[in-house]
């Protein structure tokens, strides 16, 4: 059977590259983009477009039936932040958006589905270092809530109807290209654009708050990387931990200080410190390396390179 994949999400800000990613692999016309909203004139122009409501199951059906899709990469999500503020809207997109997918696979409409899980799915009373795939897990926020739901019913999908579903849990993402929106770990990327066009940043977490992170490059080899694995290699249908690096906002300032000498950062916490608080602070990924050969490539001082490298021409 012919592969046609279909993103939801592919606006935001691991949508866009993966976008680009599996359109230059399979060629345009065989990855359909689709968001609430039109994406920017690059996106647009690089293949079929669909402005699509993940929350409508009979919208997300139409699209899935016209386009004969075979895989979905679900990545309409609201993230940790922006779930403090708007709870119920949080809970609604993510569980209904996932539903929506889960059941078109469930009826034999689509074959394989990737969906997002993140770090979030843990909690306070989680083993902080190293965290292992399988421990305690009470998050503490909506979206980890919603995260850890979805797991549960991912899993309940491939064991009880056979659904073909597969799961990383995304640390904090860095990258150029599309900002983030409404994340804890986003100041991992707000920082370079401060340290380009004025050369300090105020960080909205203070200088110890060790998170998990990966660089885009890595997260996408990542997503795509599980979705073309073996079907008898995904063994674990909830969501793989995924490592690459961890750091704290004093180290990716140290990062910069050796490209950008007279970078400063100070520290004015807020409400997502204690978002941060309840995360791990470096994550265990051996199932993913031993049943589907995850490797990351990117640590701190060369994803700094990068992202300097990458965006000093938008602040010359
Ligand atoms: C967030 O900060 O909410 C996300 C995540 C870790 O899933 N980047």
Excluded at 22 to 33: D, N, P, Q
Excluded at 34 to 54: C, K, Q, T, Y
Excluded at 128 to 151: A, C, H, L, N
Aim: hydrophobic share 40%.
């Amino acid at each position: 059977m012919k592969k046609r994949i279909l993103i939801i999400g592919a606006c935001g800000q691991i949508g866009t590259e993966l976008t680009n990613f599996l359109r230059e692999k399979h060629g345009s016309h065989k990855v359909i983009a689709s968001d609430i909203r039109e994406g920017d004139d690059e996106l647009m122009e690089s293949g079929p477009f669909e402005v699509l409501d993940a929350m409508d199951y009979d919208a997300v059906q139409d699209v899935v039936i016209n386009y004969e899709i075979t895989d979905v990469y679900l990545m309409a999500a609201m993230l940790s932040a922006t779930a403090e503020k708007f709870p119920m809207k949080a809970w609604n997109l993510n569980m209904d958006s996932l539903f929506n997918i889960l059941n078109l696979a469930k009826e034999g409409k689509v074959n394989k589905v990737f969906w997002p899980s993140s770090i979030a799915v843990f909690g306070a009373t989680t083993p902080k270092q190293d965290t292992p795939q399988r421990t305690v897990m009470e998050p503490s926020t909506v979206y980890g809530i919603s995260k850890q739901t979805g797991e549960r019913w991912c899993e309940y999908y491939n064991k009880r109807f056979g659904v073909d579903v597969r799961s990383i849990r995304y640390p904090g993402i860095v990258s150029y290209k599309t900002l983030p929106g409404g994340g804890t770990t986003d100041y991992a990327i707000d920082i370079f654009h401060k340290a380009l066009k004025h050369q300090n940043y105020i960080c909205f977490l203070n200088a110890e708050t060790t998170l998990p992170m990966m660089y885009m490059e890595d997260a996408i080899r990542a997503t795509v990387g599980i979705m073309e694995a073996d079907e008898a290699d995904i063994k674990i249908r909830s969501s793989y931990n995924l490592a690459a690096m961890s750091f704290n906002p004093e180290e990716i300032s140290e990062s910069i200080k050796k490209h950008i000498p007279n970078f400063e950062i100070s520290y004015q916490p807020d409400f997502r410190q204690d978002i941060a608080d309840s995360w791990p602070s470096s994550i265990n990924d051996s199932a993913a390396r031993d049943d589907w050969g995850w490797q990351h490539r990117y640590a701190l001082d060369e994803m700094t390179e990068e992202m300097l490298e990458n965006l000093k021409g938008e602040y010359a």
